[in-house]
């Protein structure tokens, strides 16, 4: 999908307005809203809307799940709702738990700059594989170079914190950013400093907590400054006056705190593993995708992210960053067994994607909907785990997901590969573990063709639906758009029209039409619910060359005119005009058949829904 403005608007409406929408963030595949009111959500329409994967609630978020290019959908999802995340929230704000409040802000400040991070480390990670094959040195200047360019987003991440979460408790975030480059200045970094016979030396470069309570402390007071104080003067004298107060106070009493949390949490972490690296292991990489579905894994990310930033070697990032394999061999494995062309192609994106370590297609698509194969990839999980606690595997630097995460554990230190090959170690020998077991147990949800053809004789048929065009009937498979290829927002055919005019296929009421004139939604009066779609992408002519007959909420007769579209034009101007025919409530059935002819006349039966 190139154009989102549909999809966004769709999202949008069922997320209860924009009035509804309180803030919204993204990660690397979610939406994350915070809403007034969850109970105005329409999770099934969400659900079975073509770009949408999923919708989830945790931690006080609604999350709806788009793939790797939800910072594309969340940019229209922004301009056509005007949402601005440093409004304040309306008045009928619902009352957040204190986990749910915590996990709200902790994602809001560390999601936008994850992907940077992940960035940089990879940076790091190249720079130290390229001088350790010998091609440069690390004296020389293209090594200074690229590794600055890698260290500078943790060295100076107080600054991006500080804009961050001034941004998430609405606050001035370049107000923020200030407070951050205050602790970073190198004046006060890793020096003596005396405040009234208190001696304190104290390194704030490369931290992540100190410049968040600072800026959290700092939030009310602006907020009071900015109240009380004269209209005249209060645009610079309010950020004077937060500066020479919170940063005193966060400088010698809330950063020393905050770095002795961070300890405390680093800590706990290692003594976990050093209680047992091999249960520890077991145990984080076993559930670790469970996490993941809960949307709760960056928080648990925390502490070890603080570890690298702080330049100690972490053995929980290694497990989680590997984790993602295990569930990628279940859908490999998954690939070569089933013989249901459909999953194939739903599994065949969903692998490729979890190679870069984005598994949410092969978790919602793919593994979860057949639970005994999502077990298998938590085992599989608990697997690459005890490996990484048996050969002491660490992460060096952040890197990406996936493969990309790989440079992360190249040691710089050790001159050598080692912890390089363990980590390819736990990758192979859990995948291997994974992969095995789902072959071996899996098996097709759907029973052998010939054995299919003769139940669906004894079966009645509940509805019949005649061609609304005139044309070629093409399988879903073939579409250029994945999500009808792949039956996304449920099963049915396709026509590839010999003329402009579209049909009602049955007796019912026009559900939706849609504002571009380019879709068509319709309840049949027997409870089948159809989504007829002229075109592919046709969505991006806005309502050019179509002309609809009917509006939402009318009845409508099989064989009634619909619409009217100009076939030459639409393919002239470079648009296919294969049109879906979907049964969006495909669960309702148990099976949906088409009649096996290779062109349909309209009124023509093409589609017989199954009990």
Same mark, same amino acid.
């Not at 300890?263 to 990489?285: D, H, Y």
């Not at 639970?371 to 050969?391: D, E, H, P, Q, T």
């Not at 026009?510 to 939604?521: C, D, E, N, Q, R």
């Given at each position: 999908?190139?154009?989102?403005?549909?999809?966004?608007?769709?999202?949008?409406?069922?997320?209860?307005?924009?009035?509804?929408?309180?803030?919204?963030?993204?990660?690397?595949?979610?939406?994350?809203?915070?809403?007034?009111? /969850?109970?105005?959500?329409?999770?099934?329409?969400?659900?079975?809307?073509?770009?949408?994967?999923?919708?989830?609630?945790?931690?006080?978020?609604?999350?709806?799940?788009?793939?790797?290019?939800?910072?594309?959908?969340?940019?229209?999802?922004?301009?056509?709702?005007?949402?601005?995340?440093?409004?304040?929230?309306?008045?009928?704000?619902?009352?957040?738990?204190?986990?749910?409040? !915590?996990?709200?802000?902790?994602?809001?400040?560390?999601?936008?700059?994850?992907?940077?991070?992940?960035?940089?480390?990879?940076?790091?990670?190249?720079?130290?594989?390229?001088?350790?094959?010998?091609?440069?040195?690390? /004296?020389?200047?293209?090594?200074?170079?690229?590794?600055?360019?890698?260290?500078?987003? #943790?060295?100076?991440?107080?600054?991006?914190?500080?804009?961050?979460?001034?941004?998430?408790?609405?606050?001035?975030?370049?107000?923020?950013?200030?407070?951050?480059?205050?602790?970073?200045?190198?004046?006060?970094?890793?020096?003596?400093?005396?405040?009234?016979?208190?001696?304190?030396?104290?390194?704030?470069?490369?931290?992540?907590?100190?410049?968040?309570?600072?800026?959290?402390?700092?939030?009310?007071?602006?907020?009071?400054?900015?109240?009380?104080?004269?209209?005249?003067?209060?645009?610079?004298?309010?950020?004077?006056?937060?500066?020479?107060?919170?940063?005193?106070?966060?400088?010698?009493?809330?950063?020393?705190? *905050?770095?002795?949390?961070?300890?405390?949490?680093?800590?706990?972490?290692?003594?976990?593993?050093?209680?047992?690296?091999?249960?520890?292991?077991?145990?984080?990489?076993?559930?670790?995708?469970?996490?993941?579905?809960?949307?709760?894994?960056?928080?648990?990310?925390?502490?070890?992210?603080?570890?690298?930033?702080?330049?100690?070697?972490?053995? #929980?990032?290694?497990?989680?960053?590997?984790?993602?394999?295990?569930?990628?061999?279940?859908?490999?494995?998954?690939?070569?067994?089933?013989?249901?062309?459909?999953?194939?192609?739903?599994?065949?994106?969903?692998?490729?994607?979890?190679?870069?370590?984005?598994?949410?297609? *092969?978790?919602?698509?793919?593994?979860?909907?057949?639970?005994?194969?999502?077990?298998?990839?938590?085992?599989?999980?608990?697997?690459?785990?005890?490996?990484?606690?048996?050969?002491?595997?660490?992460?060096?630097?952040?890197?990406?997901?996936?493969?990309?995460?790989?440079?992360?554990?190249?040691?710089?230190?050790?001159?050598?590969?080692?912890?390089?090959?363990?980590?390819?170690?736990?990758?192979?020998?859990?995948?291997?573990?994974?992969?095995?077991?789902?072959?071996?147990?899996?098996?097709?949800?759907?029973?052998?063709?010939?054995?299919?053809?003769?139940?669906?004789?004894?079966?009645?048929?509940?509805?019949?639906?005649?061609?609304?065009?005139?044309?070629?009937?093409?399988?879903?498979?073939?579409?250029?758009?994945?999500? !009808?290829?792949?039956?996304?927002?449920?099963?049915?055919?396709?026509?590839?029209?010999?003329?402009?005019?579209?049909?009602?296929?049955?007796?019912?009421?026009?559900?939706?039409? #849609?504002?571009?004139?380019?879709?068509?939604?319709?309840?049949?009066?027997?409870?089948?619910?159809?989504?007829?779609?002229?075109?592919?992408?046709?969505?991006?002519?806005?309502?050019?060359?179509?002309?609809?007959?009917?509006?939402?909420?009318?009845?409508?007769?099989?064989?009634?005119?619909?619409?009217?579209?100009?076939?030459?034009?639409?393919?002239? *101007?470079?648009?296919?005009? /294969?049109?879906?025919?979907?049964?969006?409530?495909?669960?309702?059935?148990?099976?949906?058949?088409?009649?096996?002819?290779?062109?349909?006349?309209?009124?023509?039966?093409?589609?017989?829904?199954?009990?």
């Amino acid at each position: 999908m190139s154009n989102y403005n549909e999809l966004a608007k769709i999202i949008i409406d069922n997320v209860g307005g924009k009035e509804n929408i309180i803030s919204v963030i993204h990660c690397v595949t979610r939406l994350r809203f915070q809403l007034a009111d /969850e109970s105005k959500v329409n999770d099934e329409v969400l659900k079975n809307t073509d770009g949408v994967v999923t919708v989830m609630r945790s931690g006080g978020q609604y999350q709806v799940v788009i793939g790797t290019h939800v910072p594309d959908v969340y940019k229209v999802v922004c301009e056509l709702a005007g949402i601005s995340n440093e409004n304040k929230p309306p008045e009928n704000t619902k009352k957040m738990t204190f986990m749910e409040k !915590f996990f709200d802000i902790v994602s809001g400040i560390m999601l936008p700059s994850i992907a940077l991070l992940s960035a940089s480390g990879i940076i790091k990670g190249l720079n130290i594989l390229l001088e350790l094959t010998g091609l440069y040195s690390v /004296e020389s200047s293209i090594y200074v170079l690229f590794n600055s360019i890698g260290d500078a987003i #943790f060295y100076f991440f107080p600054i991006i914190l500080g804009y961050n979460t001034a941004k998430k408790v609405r606050m001035n975030p370049y107000l923020g950013m200030v407070i951050g480059a205050v602790l970073c200045h190198p004046a006060i970094n890793g020096v003596d400093m005396n405040f009234w016979g208190y001696k304190m030396n104290i390194t704030y470069t490369s931290s992540m907590l100190p410049v968040i309570l600072i800026v959290l402390l700092a939030a009310p007071l602006e907020k009071f400054l900015i109240e009380k104080l004269p209209k005249s003067i209060k645009s610079f004298t309010a950020p004077m006056l937060v500066l020479m107060i919170a940063i005193p106070i966060g400088y010698i009493l809330v950063g020393p705190l *905050a770095n002795a949390i961070g300890g405390i949490l680093g800590n706990g972490i290692n003594a976990l593993f050093l209680l047992s690296p091999v249960l520890a292991g077991i145990i984080i990489g076993a559930f670790w995708q469970v996490f993941v579905l809960f949307g709760v894994h960056i928080v648990l990310m925390m502490p070890s992210i603080m570890n690298i930033m702080a330049g100690e070697p972490d053995m #929980f990032m290694a497990i989680v960053k590997i984790v993602s394999f295990a569930q990628i061999a279940v859908v490999l494995a998954i690939l070569f067994k089933t013989k249901d062309k459909k999953l194939r192609e739903i599994s065949i994106p969903a692998f490729i994607s979890g190679i870069f370590g984005v598994t949410e297609p *092969a978790i919602y698509g793919v593994t979860l909907p057949r639970l005994k194969m999502f077990i298998i990839s938590c085992i599989g999980g608990g697997v690459a785990g005890g490996i990484v606690g048996l050969l002491n595997v660490k992460v060096y630097t952040m890197g990406g997901m996936g493969i990309f995460a790989l440079p992360g554990n190249i040691d710089p230190a050790a001159n050598n590969f080692n912890n390089l090959i363990n980590t390819l170690i736990a990758i192979v020998v859990s995948s291997a573990v994974a992969f095995l077991l789902a072959f071996i147990l899996f098996k097709d949800d759907k029973i052998e063709e010939e054995i299919e053809e003769e139940i669906l004789t004894d079966m009645t048929p509940t509805e019949i639906l005649s061609s609304p065009l005139k044309g070629i009937i093409v399988p879903l498979s073939t579409l250029s758009d994945d999500a !009808f290829a792949q039956e996304v927002m449920g099963k049915g055919i396709a026509i590839d029209p010999s003329e402009g005019k579209l049909y009602s296929p049955c007796d019912g009421t026009i559900m939706t039409v #849609f504002p571009t004139k380019h879709a068509i939604g319709i309840i049949s009066d027997q409870g089948s619910e159809i989504l007829i779609h002229i075109g592919v992408d046709t969505v991006r002519l806005e309502g050019k060359y179509f002309d609809t007959k009917i509006q939402s909420g009318q009845k409508v007769k099989k064989g009634e005119l619909l619409a009217i579209f100009d076939s030459d034009a639409i393919r002239q *101007a470079g648009y296919s005009l /294969e049109t879906p025919i979907i049964i969006t409530n495909t669960k309702d059935y148990s099976d949906i058949v088409s009649n096996g002819e290779q062109t349909a006349e309209v009124g023509d039966a093409i589609l017989t829904l199954m009990i």
